[in-house]
C-alpha cells in the first residue's frame, strides 16, 4: 500500500524525480531513476533487463555519475511500482555517497511517496 503524497519543495528534488519518471515511461521499463552529483549534474536510468546482463535503474545512473567523474551525490529518485528502495540500491548510493543522502521514490506518475535516507 502506497502512503500519501510527500511534499517536494526543493526544485532541484522535483527535477531529479521527474527525469527518473520521464526515463521510465520513455524506455517502458520497469523502473526509472536518476540521481545528482555534488556539482549538480544529474545523471538518469533505466532499468537494464537482457539475458546476459541486469542491472537496476537507480544502480546504472549511480554507475553512469561515477563513470562521468562524480565523487559524491546529493540526491536520488526512483520511480517504480514499489513502495520502497531496494537494499542493492541503498548500497549502490552508499557506495558513491555515504549514509544520509536522501532517496526519493515515486510512482509512475512521478507522485512522489517516500523519502529514505542512504
Same mark, same amino acid.
Given at each position: ?10 526544485? /532541484?528534488? @522535483? ?8 526515463? @521510465? ?5 520497469? /523502473? ?8 549538480? @549534474? ?31 551525490? /546529493? ?7 514499489? /513502495? ?35
Amino acid at each position: 500500500m502506497v502512503s500519501a503524497p510527500l511534499t517536494v519543495d526543493d526544485p /532541484e528534488d @522535483r527535477k531529479i524525480l521527474t527525469l527518473a519518471r520521464a526515463t @521510465r515511461a520513455r524506455t517502458r521499463a520497469p /523502473e526509472g531513476a536518476s540521481v545528482r552529483d555534488q556539482d549538480g @549534474r544529474t545523471y538518469a536510468a533505466a532499468t537494464v533487463a537482457l539475458p546476459s546482463f541486469s542491472v537496476t535503474a537507480l544502480q546504472l545512473a549511480v554507475a553512469m555519475a561515477v563513470s562521468s567523474g562524480a565523487t559524491g551525490l /546529493e540526491a536520488a529518485a526512483l520511480s517504480t511500482d514499489g /513502495e520502497g528502495v531496494s537494499d542493492v540500491d541503498l548500497a549502490a548510493v552508499r557506495d558513491l555517497a555515504g549514509p544520509g543522502v536522501p532517496v526519493l521514490v515515486a510512482d509512475a506518475q512521478g507522485t512522489p511517496h517516500t523519502r529514505v535516507a542512504s
